[in-house]
């Protein structure tokens, strides 16, 4: 059984930073991605990284900003916001699947956390 946990929420203003971090535990050899929701959306895809870690994929608003990595061990990513703004504020979780290639697609993850929550305001 895979188990996903957050962490680095945090509130901050616009233009500011945070690291987020996930650690797995489980199942290895998985592609891995950060997802968002904010409040009355729907989840969003923001980027995801491949076994290994050589693929990275990332969507429009997070290209530029964000940067998404592994841990040494492989078990673990983090996803570096940059520039924050308003918009970004959400509940943000990482999600796990079979496979070495991300997905941009929640319905292809079959694991994720609860979140750590993103708040950027001044």
């Known amino acids: 059984q895979v188990r996903l946990e957050e962490s680095g929420g945090g509130l901050v203003q616009p233009g500011q930073s945070l690291l987020l971090w996930c650690t797995r535990s489980?199942?290895?050899?998985?592609?891995m991605a950060w997802f968002r929701q904010a409040p009355g959306k729907e989840s969003e895809f923001v980027a995801g990284?491949?076994?290994?870690?050589?693929?990275?994929i990332y969507a429009d608003s997070a290209k530029g900003r964000f940067t998404v990595a592994r841990v040494t061990n492989m078990n673990s990513i983090n996803l570096q916001l940059n520039n924050l703004s308003p918009e970004d504020t959400a509940l943000y979780y990482c999600?796990?699947?079979?496979?070495?290639?991300?997905?941009?697609?929640?319905?292809?993850?079959?694991?994720r956390g609860q979140g750590t929550q993103v708040t950027v305001s001044s």
């Open positions: 999600a796990s699947k079979p496979g070495k290639e991300p997905s941009t697609d929640l319905k292809d993850y079959d694991a």
């Open positions: 990284i491949a076994w290994g870690g050589r693929r990275k």
């Open positions: 489980g199942r290895s050899s998985d592609a």
